[in-house]
């Protein structure tokens, strides 16, 4: 079984700009979940889906978006970005909830100068 | 208090030892535990999952459980220099949503 892809796997970005990533969950899950990793805050939720809704967001500014589509592959959307959203950005999946084991994709390095 | 809590380490065991990490909890109603392990670079890996109090063995892994205590561990027999990483304590969160609270993290040295 494939299992959890994300594109692209390293962006560089100016600040100001918008970023677009995109994660594929494993066949058959229906909850992505989405994490900010950073050196000084470690792995922080940013939001959940399941089935095309967001049922919960982290404590991230309304910069930070995302939508899943009606195949669960989901995308976040980062606008007007700053230096300090430079960090790696994961997302996981699950087949309902967080009582069910999430597994991670590779990340997406976004470095933004 | 933070929501997870784990010791940054680094925890230093040599080859072959048991290297014990530890995390606590702070919400009484959590249900699910994970550890995830982590190498420089890369993106967690799941390595364990208990819900019940007690213990859960998987191969050279032993992850223990009290909702009492709020305390999650994680017991590696015979380390290995591979198994060096930072391992990560992950606590469902409140409510059935896929939101995982992290703790920062214990970085495990193991020497051959």
């Known amino acids: 079984k494939a299992g959890v892809t994300q594109t692209p796997r390293y962006l560089i970005k100016t600040r100001g700009q918008q970023v677009t990533l995109s994660c594929s969950p494993i066949?058959?899950?229906?909850?992505v979940s989405w994490y900010q990793q950073t050196p000084g805050q470690g792995l922080q939720f940013l939001f959940e889906?399941?089935?095309?809704?967001?049922?919960n967001k982290g404590n991230f500014p309304g910069r930070f978006s995302g939508r899943q589509f009606s195949n669960s592959r989901s995308e976040m959307n980062v606008s007007t970005l700053e230096l300090g959203d430079s960090a790696l950005y994961l997302c996981?999946?699950?087949?309902?909830?967080?009582?069910?084991?999430?597994?991670f994709g590779p990340g997406t390095r976004l470095t933004v100068l | 208090q933070k929501e997870v809590e784990q010791n940054s380490g680094p925890l230093s065991v040599p080859e072959g030892a048991i290297a014990s990490l530890n995390c606590t909890y702070s919400d009484r109603g959590s249900q699910s535990f994970f550890w995830y392990r982590q190498y420089s670079g890369k993106s967690p890996e799941l390595i364990m999952s208990i819900y019940s109090n007690g213990d859960k063995e998987d191969g050279r892994f032993t992850a223990q459980l009290n909702k009492a205590s709020q305390y999650v561990s994680l017991l590696i027999r015979d380390s290995q220099p591979s198994d060096s990483a930072t391992y990560l304590c992950?606590?469902?969160?409140?409510?059935?949503?896929?939101?995982?609270?992290f703790g920062q993290g214990t970085t495990l040295q193991v020497k051959p």
């Open positions: 996981a999946s699950s087949f309902v909830s967080s009582y069910n084991e999430q597994f």
């Open positions: 992950a606590v469902g969160g409140p409510g059935n949503t896929g939101k995982l609270i």
């Open positions: 066949s058959g899950h229906r909850s």
């Open positions: 889906y399941f089935s095309e809704t967001q049922r």
